[in-house]
Structures are given as C-alpha cells and as structure tokens.
Nanobody, 119 residues
Framework: EVQLVESGGGLVQAGGSLRLSCAAS????????IGWFRQAPGKDREGLSCIRNSDGITFYANFVKGRFTISADNAKNTVYLQINSLKPEDTAVYYCAAAVDCSYGMDYWGEGILVTVSS
C-alpha cells in the first residue's frame, strides 16, 4: 500500500525555520519524484518544489526559490523541505506527493500537515 506521511509542521514564529519530512512507503522510491505543495485557506493548491529521487535533480517554484530547499534521503525513503525565513503568508497545509517525474501529475498524496507562522 502506498503511503506518504508528512511530519514536522506546527507553529513557528515569522523569520524562523522549519523542516518538513515526507516518509514514503509502498512503492519503489528511486523510481519516483516527490513534490511539495501547499494550500492556504481560500487559495488554490500551489506547487512548491520537486525532487527526482533517481538522480536528485530539483525544481522550485520561482516564488519560493531561495527560501525553500528540497532534499532526499534515499536510504530512509524520505524527502525533506527546509523552509527558512518563514512568513505569515506561508501558513498553509503542506502536502507531499509522488509521481513518475516532476513534470507529470502526482499519483499519490499525503494527507497534509499544517504549518502556521505567527507574525
């Protein structure tokens, strides 16, 4: 059974940092890409970053590049999203998802985890 479980969310002060984790199981990790998304109240879901697990190639949305860093620990089947200089506007439910490649639609989704940034 495919499972993606996010962790590391919570409440953080503006200007602080947070590292989200996405633990994957039930599929061949190295054959997939893992993306991070978020959805704030009243807003559409937006893609943040993606990593191709086979070779570590990464992609970032322009609006997060410089503050967000995606990485993978293939031995742990886990992808991370480091978020620095957090802003209140970053408050959202964050999701990880898996696809055959970053350029394809996501096949599997985690349930999401809430990040709340206080001002």
């Amino acid at each position: 059974e495919v499972q993606l479980v996010e962790s590391g969310g919570g409440l953080v002060q503006a200007g602080g940092s947070l590292r989200l984790s996405c633990a994957a199981s039930g599929f061949t990790f190295d054959d997939y890409a893992i993306g991070w998304f978020r959805q704030a109240p009243g807003k559409d879901r937006e893609g943040l970053s993606c990593i191709r697990n086979s070779d570590g190639i990464t992609f970032y949305a322009n609006f997060v590049k410089g503050r967000f860093t995606i990485s993978a620990d293939n031995a742990k089947n886990t992808v991370y999203l480091q978020i620095n200089s957090l802003k209140p506007e970053d408050t959202a439910v964050y999701y990880c998802a898996a696809a055959v490649d970053c350029s394809y639609g996501m096949d599997y989704w985690g349930e999401g985890i809430l990040v709340t940034v206080s001002s």
